[in-house]
Antibody, heavy 127, light 108 residues
Framework: QVQLQESGPGLVKPSQTLSLTCTVS??????????WSWIRQPPGKGLEWIGY???????YYNPSLKSRLTVSVDTSKNQFSLKLTSVTAADTAVYYC???????????????????WGQGTLVTVSS | SYELTQPPSVSVSPGQTARITCSGD??????AYWYQQKSGQAPVVVIY???KRPSGIPERFSGSSSGTLATLTISGAQVEDEADYYC???????????FGGGTKLTVL
């Protein structure tokens, strides 16, 4: 059974960097069949897709966060990570990591659905 | 930036049919996905590729898509279906994923 678990500080000061790690167990992150994604949800609000990393290190980010965001993968540890710089109170949210299916045909690749999620971790930006 | 538009809320009585819509300019060419999120839990996919239902999802959940509108239908909604529902898709580039704003389904 695949499991994902987020870890990192629950409290970050404004203007500092938010760092989270997602540890994957029960399956290898080194797979061409999946993207590894981050999604967040501010308290009482909707879901926001943050970005993904492929096991090769290829990434794609939400354009609204791109200038502050780095998502990376460590295949040796079966982990992927998120770093968001210059945080403000607007970055306060539950952060989820998730596995998203990937399928390829006719020399193009497309995403499928998120089939496994972490439990989510609340990160509060406050002084 | 690309947006998917959902109604904020839908309310039905138990046993009735609930329909939740999602509007987006790229939907004629991009699949819609639907996620159910119950309070305090991570989302769960209930429909993918517009119309497909993952194993373990009750048959009362179905999806359709026509033009710029995708629809999640819950036929014979039950109290346990009360949740927030989010559509999910991508813009015309296929790279920029986006969630709709979410629809709170009330069954009472």
């Amino acid at each position: 059974q695949v499991q994902l678990q987020e870890s990192g500080p629950g409290l970050v000061k404004p203007s500092q960097t938010l760092s989270l790690t997602c540890t994957v167990s029960g399956g290898s992150i080194r797979s061409a069949d999946y993207y590894w994604s981050w999604i967040r949800q501010p308290p009482g609000k909707g879901l926001e897709w943050i970005g993904y990393v492929f096991y090769t290190g290829d990434t794609y980010y939400n354009p609204s966060l791109k200038s502050r965001l780095t998502v990376s993968v460590d295949t040796s540890k079966n982990q992927f990570s998120l770093k968001l710089t210059s945080v403000t109170a607007a970055d306060t949210a539950v952060y989820y990591c998730a596995r998203e299916g990937r399928r390829c045909y006719d020399s193009s690749c497309y995403f499928s659905y998120f089939d496994y999620w972490g439990q989510g971790t609340l990160v509060t930006v406050s002084s | 930036s690309y947006e998917l538009t959902q109604p904020p809320s839908v309310s039905v009585s138990p046993g009735q049919t609930a329909r939740i819509t999602c509007s987006g300019d790229a939907l004629p060419k991009k699949y819609a996905y639907w996620y159910q999120q119950k309070s305090g839990q991570a989302p769960v996919v209930v429909i993918y590729d517009d119309i497909k239902r993952p194993s373990g999802i009750p048959e009362r959940f179905s999806g359709s898509s026509s033009g710029t509108l995708a629809t999640l239908t819950i036929s014979g909604a039950q109290v346990e279906d009360e949740a927030d529902y989010y559509c999910y898709s991508t813009d015309s580039s296929g790279y920029h994923r986006v969630f709709g704003g979410g629809t709170k389904l009330t069954v009472l």
